[in-house]
């Protein structure tokens, strides 16, 4: 079964132009099991990775092609009293947002 991403308007600045190779690039994936320490999370459940940059052996997405990406993530931690966690995502190894 293949997976359908649904068409999106996005409205952009007119200072911004078209240099797109017409390459759509997207991906969608989720972890299977716990994980625990400060790691890079290797998402195990690829649902969608069109044009391959998201790489489940390292958990990292390479930006192949130029252009403007949207990130986003949820996270669901279970634990008990003094439990805490936080996510970092990085662009080329320095942390961008906590």
Known sequence: ??????NFVLVLPSSVTSHGSGELIAFYVGLKSPHEGYEVLRFDDVVT???NHYDPTTGKFS???RGIYFFTYHILMRGGDGTSMW?????NGQVEFR
Do not use: E, T
């Open 1 to 6: 079964m293949a997976c359908q991403i649904p």
């Open 63 to 65: 930006c192949q092609v």
């Open 49 to 51: 990775n069109l044009g």
């Open 87 to 91: 996510a970092d995502l990085c662009k």
